[in-house]
Structures are given as structure tokens and as C-alpha cells.
């Protein structure tokens, strides 16, 4: 099944203060969600632990059926790769460490550090595990979305692109893959006005399970069917699309009530994570940093009022 499951899914960077703990959702097959919050509550971290990038220091999520995934940065933070390079990074897994081979190997024989061996057996795997298949994908993607033909993959640079053009090559190839989860992180970011209404109807028309984060309200209004709000101690999801999103925030906080009971409703979940860390870290000193961070936090509601 196409679907996606997360529980109790924390996260602390290295040497830092957790920015999100007790987060579960879940996304059906054929949905397309939104996460969204304020600025670095978690919404591209939760993207990079589903798709393997980062890990949770708790909880577990399953994603079911094949997936693909894109970062906002795709194409942009290494301008002088091939086209190749690039695509391989947003390929299936399998086919992403025999594409990296590929190149690799391709690099050593020029140089003369391989007698040809490496590169005959890096092409056989590239080959066996669907290689060919997916440079027909590339090909007709690029023809879709790149103003001018691209002859030789290996050859064209990344930088020869606009920003846009690359962004809307990766998008096509992803949306038209019949991948069964697509993690997309602010696919609407480098595009043009038209290029964004030809992404929404993309979107629209998909039938892959999506999860996306995107700060751009209108386009969460046209595509998104649930919304999954991420608030540092947990999450709450919206049911509906974009467009209904501000009502059942309103509604939500009626239903909380004055400030004083938000107040004394978080300081209790704080409270009772800290506990939970503290005992964890009691059974293995490992957890003494997330205990400490738990602690951090509650004290911090405690003195000041905050969260």
C-alpha cells in the first residue's frame, strides 16, 4: 500500500536542543499532504528521516510501496555536475548507488586507474537493474521541460539550465515516474508563474501518494488534501484541503480554550516528556542529552510561559 505512517517521531541535530518530539500522522493512498508550521519546527528534516537522509532519535514511520524524493536544493548546490549526476541523485535507491558507480567508474578509466574491468561490470549492473529504462524516463522528461535537446546526458552541465528548467525536469520526472510515495521539498521553489499553474496541475493529476512542504499558499490551496500541522511537541492534521485550513485552525483554538489552559495543557506534555527521557536516560547514559534537552524545555515553559 502507498501510504505513510509516523509515530512518535523526535529529532535532535547534533549537539542541539531537540526541535520536535511526539510526531504521528498518517497519509493514505493516494493523498496528497502538506506539512507545514513556522520556521524550524522540523517540516524538511521530517522529509530527509522518511527518506533515509537523517535518523530519529525516536519513533518509527513506514512508508509503503517504492518512493522518490526531492530536496528544495535539487540542481543547485552542485551547478558544474552533469545532468546525469543530478537525476541519478533523485533516482531509485538501487539505481542511485549503481548510477554514482557508473560515474565513478567512468572517471577511473579515463584516468587509467581502471583497466576497463570496473567500468565493463558497473555498466552491467547499471544495465540489469534498469539503467536504460530510466535514461528513456530522462529523455523524455528533458524534451518536455528543457527549451533546448539534450543529446548527451553525461555532457550537458547543470549550470547550462536556468534554475527553473532544472527544478521542472526533476518535478516531471518524479510526477510521471508511477512512483508509489513522493516526498517533495518546496517543489515550487526557481519556477515561473506558468510553470508553477503547469506544476499544480501535475500534482492534480498524480496519483502517487504525495507528502510536500511548500510555504506557497496558493499552491497548497489548489492541490493539497490534508494538511499536517508540525508544533515542535507534536502535530495535529486538518482533514481537508488548504483552502479550509484557516477555519479548523480557528476552531481548534476555540476549542483549546484561553491562554492559561494552552499554557497549563503544554507544560503537562512537556512535563511528561521530560520524565520519560529521564527515565530512558537512567537505563542508558546515551539519552542524557535528549533528557537534558527534555528538561530544557519544560523548565523554560515553567519560568517564562513559552513554548
Known sequence: MSSIVVSELAYAPPGADQIFFDVSFGVAP??????????????????????????????????????LSMTQDVGMSRPDDSLREMLIE??????????????????ALADGTDDGMGYA???????????????AQWAASAQRSVKTPVDDFS????????????????????????????????????????TRAWLEDQIRACKSTILMVSHDRALLERVATK?????????????GSYATFPEAR???????????????VEERRLFH?????????AQNFKNATKANAAETRWEAVIRHGEW
Request: charged fraction near 25%.
Open 90 to 107: 533523485v533516482a531509485p535507491a538501487n539505481l542511485r548507488a549503481a548510477g554514482r558507480a557508473l560515474v565513478a567508474a567512468e572517471l
Open 250 to 264: 480557528a476552531k481548534r483554538q476555540e476549542q483549546l480554550g484561553d491562554d492559561l489552559k494552552r499554557w497549563e
Open 121 to 135: 561490470e558497473a555498466l552491467a549492473t547499471w544495465g540489469d537493474l534498469g539503467g536504460y529504462e530510466l535514461e
Open 273 to 281: 516528556h521530560m520524565k520519560i527521557m529521564k527515565q530512558r536516560a
Open 227 to 239: 494538511v499536517i500541522v508540525i508544533e515542535g511537541s507534536g502535530c495535529w492534521v486538518h482533514g
Open 155 to 194: 555532457r550537458r552541465k547543470v549550470s547550462e539550465l536556468s534554475g527553473g528548467e532544472r527544478k521542472r525536469l526533476v518535478l516531471d520526472l518524479l510526477l510521471t515516474s508511477g512512483a508509489d510515495v513522493l516526498l517533495l521539498d518546496e517543489p515550487d521553489n526557481y519556477l515561473d508563474i506558468p
Open 30 to 67: 493516494g493523498e496528497h499532504a502538506a506539512i507545514v508550521g513556522a520556521n524550524g519546527v522540523g517540516k524538511s528534516t521530517i522529509l530527509k528521516i522518511l527518506s533515509g537522509v537523517y535518523e530519529a532519535d525516536e519513533g518509527d514511520f513506514a512508508v509503503g510501496g517504492s518512493m
